[in-house]
């Protein structure tokens, strides 16, 4: 679906580059590996510049990391948790972020493409990766299936699968009832949670581009920055809450 009037173009539907054994191949799932493999290229990077006595930028990373890791413990309240769930949440909020400071990059989004002699038109090569809701869905995905692992392998299956279904009360089967569409709803929450934040600063940033080239994008881009940062911690920040809530005793 797209719309596009006076010169701005604001399309929701990926753009597709090609196939590869019938599967789709867009821009934002090329996107998303270029991030994935700059993001493996700087921790192996960092692995090897790894020393003794540190520098600065050594210390803020292990300070930061240091950081998260204790937090995580302390909603845990348990340093096994943590140490098995840490890894996930904080390369879930590593990826997003990543994702979405790399989509403010300016070739990013229709100067580098494709050209279509037929439509004449230029299919950008690099886009936003949380701008497609594909790609949101597929996170909140596998943040949920990590929250169900955890609540199941804590309490085991029945005991995990009772706090969704109580027949020992009406008022207990009726939460029940309640709880397992608030866990049902996490997809939809997690990933248009995301997406949509993520879109509406492309589509603010397009407006600006459109209306004042060399003023206004310049303190959006900065407010994009902070936003970026921000929805990958939430993101990561609820799958942790989530996952407490998860490997809490039924009561």
């Known amino acids: 679906m797209a719309a596009e009037a006076a010169g701005i173009h604001i399309a929701l539907a990926?753009?597709?580059l090609g196939e590869v054994a019938g599967l789709p191949i867009t821009a934002t799932l090329l996107t998303s590996w270029v991030v994935v493999g700059l993001l493996t290229l700087w921790a192996v990077l960092f692995y090897r510049s790894l020393k003794l006595v540190p520098g600065r930028g050594q210390v803020l990373v292990e300070s930061t990391i240091g950081f998260a890791y204790d937090y995580t413990k302390e909603v845990l309240e348990d340093d096994k948790l943590a140490r098995r769930y840490f890894p996930i949440i904080m390369s879930i909020f590593v990826f997003i972020m990543a994702a979405n400071l790399f989509g403010l990059?300016?070739?990013?989004?229709?100067?580098?493409?494709?050209?279509?002699a037929g439509h004449d038109?230029?299919?950008?090569?690099?886009?936003?990766?949380?701008?497609?809701?594909?790609?949101?869905?597929?996170?909140?995905?596998?943040?949920?299936?990590?929250?169900?692992?955890?609540g199941i392998t804590a309490l085991g299956a029945l005991k995990y699968a009772g706090k969704f279904v109580n027949f020992h009360s009406v008022i207990g089967f009726f939460v029940g009832i309640i709880e397992l569409v608030s866990e049902v709803a996490r997809l939809v929450?997690?990933?248009?949670?995301?997406?949509?934040?993520?879109?509406?600063?492309?589509?603010?940033?397009?407006?600006?581009?459109?209306?004042?080239?060399?003023?206004?994008?310049?303190?959006?881009?900065?407010?994009?920055?902070?936003?970026?940062?921000?929805?990958?911690?939430?993101?990561?920040?609820?799958?942790?809450?989530?996952?407490?809530?998860?490997?809490?005793?039924?009561?």
């Open 121 to 150: 038109k230029l299919i950008p090569l690099f886009y936003p990766v949380n701008t497609d809701i594909n790609m949101t869905l597929a996170m909140a995905i596998v943040a949920v299936l990590v929250i169900e692992f955890a």
């Open 14 to 16: 990926p753009y597709v």
């Open 189 to 251: 929450t997690f990933s248009f949670r995301l997406f949509g934040n993520i879109f509406a600063g492309k589509v603010l940033i397009l407006v600006a581009l459109y209306f004042l080239p060399y003023l206004l994008p310049v303190p959006l881009l900065v407010y994009e920055v902070f936003v970026g940062i921000i929805q990958g911690a939430v993101f990561a920040l609820l799958t942790l809450f989530f996952i407490k809530i998860a490997v809490t005793e039924p009561h």
């Open 105 to 116: 990059l300016p070739f990013v989004g229709g100067a580098v493409g494709i050209y279509e």
